[in-house]
């Protein structure tokens, strides 16, 4: 099944909105951040399954990318991580989510950090500009995954890493189980060797897939690395 862009789009409008009125939304995504030094109010906007921090390895002075930033907790993370030589760039589609995290950067006044709005399907960013894709249970939602796919090996620098968090389905997923994970808007989360050969296909090299933890309903949580070649 391929999820809505429009119900995807609504379902964080309203975690957005509830999160601006002080609600706290990311009840699962903050217990990802234990020992990371940040405030509990922006942990507690967390709607990752992972923290793709705890992988991506950033460096001072590099570029960053995160698909999907939603409050933007691993934008201003990345931005500390990256230096103020470096630049971490937040993208998401639904405004909600977009005035929550500059909301949330002004409040940690941390400079080096933008987001844009826009589709992960079109990433509007120049080609071979970025050093690191990172991204926090968002592709999975994605009804076009080649697309994803092929714009972060775009706009990655030869050498670029994509590391990321995300949903992957077991094997033996049904259809009417598909249909049932779609209430969640997750009906299109990719098997790992559909994702590793959607990878291979936009030219990524390296790929490496690893389960971290159960989510349930034959949805599991993993973490994904890959490269582009030099
Ligand atoms: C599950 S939340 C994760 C947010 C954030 N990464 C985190 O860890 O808290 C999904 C986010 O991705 C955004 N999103 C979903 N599909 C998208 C798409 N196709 N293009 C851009 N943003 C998208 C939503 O607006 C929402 O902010």
Redesign the pocket.
């Known amino acids: 099944m391929s999820?809505d862009?429009d119900a995807?789009?609504e379902?964080?409008?309203n975690?957005?909105r509830r999160a601006l009125a002080g609600e706290a939304t990311?009840e699962l995504?903050a217990q990802h951040y234990a020992g990371e030094d940040v405030p509990e109010t922006v942990a507690a906007?967390?709607?990752?399954?992972g923290n793709p921090l705890a992988v991506a390895d950033l460096r001072p002075g590099e570029t960053v990318l995160?698909?999907?930033?939603?409050?933007g907790?691993?934008v201003l993370l990345s931005a500390r991580r990256v230096g103020p030589s470096g630049r971490a760039i937040g993208?998401?589609?639904?405004d909600e989510?977009l005035a929550l995290a500059r909301r949330q950067a002004a409040q940690a006044e941390v400079a080096n950090v933008e987001f844009v709005k826009?589709?992960?399907?079109a990433i509007p960013l120049p080609d071979n500009t970025v050093d690191v894709v990172i991204?926090?249970?968002?592709i999975a939602?994605?009804?076009d995954k080649p697309a994803?796919f092929a714009g972060v090996a775009r706009v990655l620098r030869p050498g670029g890493r994509l590391g990321v968090t995300d949903l992957l389905a077991e094997e033996t997923l049904t259809a009417a189980e598909r249909a049932a994970a779609d209430e969640e808007c997750l009906g299109g989360a990719l098997t790992a060797d559909d994702y590793r050969a959607l990878l291979h296909a936009a030219g990524l090299v390296d790929v490496d897939i690893r389960r971290t933890h159960e989510v349930g309903n034959k949805l599991y949580s993993a973490i994904i690395r890959a490269s582009k070649p030099h």
């Open positions: 999820p862009q995807v789009r379902r964080y409008a975690a957005a990311g995504g906007t967390s709607l990752g399954c995160d698909l999907g930033s939603g409050g907790l691993d993208l998401d589609m639904t989510m826009g589709t992960i399907e991204s926090n249970c968002v939602l994605s009804p994803v």
